[in-house]
């Protein structure tokens, strides 16, 4: 098959972990003997220089990251950079993307990326791949924001229980299929040792505004790391937060330290084996999810937990419904209040190399390339 996959890879501050999720599906779908293209749109006002000042396309750094990235996964010579509608490109030129357009058999678009009418009006069908639950469906249905959907075909999400019984967020009339994150294995070392000290994971306060449906209000993930501010200390246990963007006065990082929080800022872990380092080094991840993914029970999974399992590093993440679709108890562990999120990080911290090899064993299960990606074209293409 004949795949172009659109996402974004060069926004600053570069998002090493959203990168590794993308170029996974890159890299795994031509593994399996698909045709790949990467494409990438960028829009004049997000082209900066190195100090974050804005500048012309060819000086960006944008354009600078678009090459590293789609050189390192080898993926440079069937991947475009489309600026400004096609005004200037970089890897594969307009034309080339227009012909490559033109002879696809489908378009995997990340979050609706890509709008450019030479690739949109072009391929013969065209999937929208939700990555944002409940926002992107209240946005759609109950605010009747424009997301494009209107030029799509096939609808697929990330919220395993997004359309479903288990959900109060409308479908819009859409049928939502689902899908969970692809790990690459080769990429993710196996586990080594069970030495590693601290519960870790990458935040942001930043993102979505609150939304309002039918009288309750679905929010951003601050409000979940409040609730478990006292986790640390009430655990005995290390927890670090890398976070992006934040204010050391700001009162809810102080609620943090307070409650004993390592509070580090996730510009260290800012390239992508800086980031494969931070999970390797980590004892295991501590998954708080956005407020709206748990209200709205969406059954959210996130990559970056997929990340952990991968490397064997066992996954303690907050309950969104996710757990009615992989094996909880071993290696990943679910929780909804304080007292079970304690629970499992002793569980976790008690048989450390068992809940190891079960994360990976995990992985290899639900999670390998192989195994989620032709489920995702199933979902696209109405197999």
Not at 179 to 194: A, E, K, Q, R
Request: hydrophobic content about 40%; aromatic content about 10%.
């Amino acid at each position: 098959m004949r795949i172009i996959l659109g996402a974004v890879v060069s926004i600053p501050p570069f998002s090493p972990g959203m990168v590794w999720n993308w170029m996974q599906h890159v890299v795994g779908l031509a593994d399996l003997g698909h045709e790949v293209c990467f494409v990438e749109e960028v829009r004049p006002e997000w082209c900066v220089d190195e100090r974050g000042v804005s500048c012309e396309y060819r000086k960006s750094v944008n354009r600078r990251i678009f090459s590293q990235v789609t050189e390192r996964f080898g993926v440079a010579e069937r991947a475009c950079q489309l600026y400004d509608g096609g005004r200037e490109t970089t890897g594969l030129t307009l034309r080339e993307l227009e012909s490559t357009a033109g002879s696809a058999d489908l378009l995997i678009n990340m979050s609706g990326h890509v709008e450019a009418e030479a690739v949109v009006g072009s391929v013969s069908r065209r999937a929208y791949v939700d990555q944002d639950p409940v926002y992107t469906q209240l946005w759609h249905a109950a605010y009747g924001k424009s997301l494009g959907l209107d030029r799509h075909d096939a609808f697929v999400t990330v919220g395993l229980d997004i359309g479903s019984h288990l959900t109060p967020i409308p479908h819009g009339g859409i049928r939502w299929r689902t899908t969970l994150p692809p790990v690459v294995m080769s990429f993710w070392p196996g586990p080594n040792d069970g030495r590693r000290a601290r519960f870790t994971t990458v935040a942001s306060w930043s993102g979505y505004g609150d939304l309002e449906y039918r009288g309750g209000w679905y929010r951003s993930k601050f409000e979940e790391f409040l609730r478990l501010s006292r986790l640390p200390r009430e655990a005995g246990l290390e927890f670090e937060v890398a976070l992006k963007a934040h204010r050391p006065d700001d009162a809810g990082i102080l609620e943090l330290i307070q409650g004993g929080w390592i509070v580090s800022d996730a510009g260290r872990i800012g390239d992508l084996d800086a980031y494969r380092r931070f999970i390797g080094e980590s004892r295991a991840e501590i998954g708080v999810a956005k407020n709206a993914y748990v209200k709205g029970k969406s059954g959210w999974f996130g990559d970056r937990s997929a990340h952990y399992l991968a490397s064997g590093r066992p996954v303690l993440a907050q309950a969104t419904g996710f757990e009615h679709h992989l094996p909880t108890g071993k290696g990943l562990l679910s929780f909804s209040t304080l007292k079970e999120a304690l629970d499992g990080a002793r569980a976790i911290h008690a048989d450390y190399e068992m809940h190891s090899r079960a994360a990976r064993e995990i992985a290899e299960e639900y999670l390998d390339h192989r195994r989620v990606l032709p489920a995702l074209l199933d979902a696209c293409t109405g197999g």
